[in-house]
């Protein structure tokens, strides 16, 4: 199975500033790299996929990027609606998996 | 709008069974597969496997396979997962979480969630 490791476990953030999420693979997955947001005592949220294209409706300061099996989810300008758990996904190869989480807590 | 509604909370004891419904409405049922996925108490998200609507096909996570089942009812445009022999590892929230576009790639809408506990 293909791990994927997220960094960091959680951070905390001030309204207005640029929050960077990565997420690093075992193994090579192309750009089939996910990203889902998870409120508390909610189910997850479809944001991002194939690495950088936004799910409809989602605002336009979440934004991701890859560097070879490394991928970064960045919100700019984060809002306060923002606090969440992040979860990476690969999408390469069965079975799917998901990274651990980060916690984003808005100061 | 797309909506993927699933059944209330189960308690069961180990060793039994427990059958968790997902009712899609919104589109075309048989157009889109199915996953599911769970997520024990305030850990992170298990893949479990997916079901194609359309002809009842499957394929499971390998750590679960033996033990779950997906199924689907295109009469009522819902899709059951069961999973037996239940332990306390096996408490979690359960989602049904539909495809986004026939790839078996991502999950744009998902069910509420569905608590699942299993305690003697």
């Known amino acids: 199975d293909i791990q994927m490791t997220q960094s960091p476990s959680s951070l905390s953030a001030s309204v207005g500033d640029r929050v960077t999420i990565t997420c690093r693979a075992s193994q090579s997955i192309s750009s089939f790299l996910n990203w889902y947001q998870q409120k508390p005592g909610k189910a997850p949220k479809f944001l991002i996929y194939t690495v950088s294209t936004l799910q409809s409706g989602v605002p336009s300061r979440f934004s991701g990027s890859r560097s070879g099996t490394d991928f970064t989810l960045t919100i700019s300008n984060v809002q306060p609606e923002d606090s969440a758990t992040y979860y990476c996904?690969?999408?390469?190869?069965?079975?799917?998996?998901f990274g651990g989480g980060t916690k984003v807590e808005i100061k | 709008q797309v909506q993927l509604v699933q059944s209330g909370a189960e308690v069961k004891k180990p060793g039994a069974s427990v059958k968790v419904s997902c009712k899609a409405s919104?589109?075309?049922?048989?157009?889109?597969?199915m996953h599911w996925v769970r997520q024990a108490p305030g850990q992170g998200l298990e893949y479990m496997g997916i079901?194609?609507?359309?002809?009842?096909?499957?394929t499971y996570t390998q750590n679960l396979r033996g033990r779950v089942s997906m199924t689907r009812d295109t009469s009522t445009s819902t899709v059951y997962m069961e999973l037996s022999s239940l332990t306390s590892e096996d408490t979690a929230m359960y989602y049904c979480?539909?495809?986004?576009?026939?790839?078996?790639?991502?999950?744009?809408?998902w069910g509420q969630g569905t608590l699942v506990t299993v305690s003697s």
């Open positions: 079901i194609s609507p359309r002809d009842g096909s499957t």
């Open positions: 996904q690969q999408s390469y190869s069965s079975p799917l998996t």
């Open positions: 919104g589109y075309s049922f048989t157009s889109k597969y």
């Open positions: 979480a539909r495809d986004l576009d026939g790839s078996g790639r991502y999950f744009d809408y």
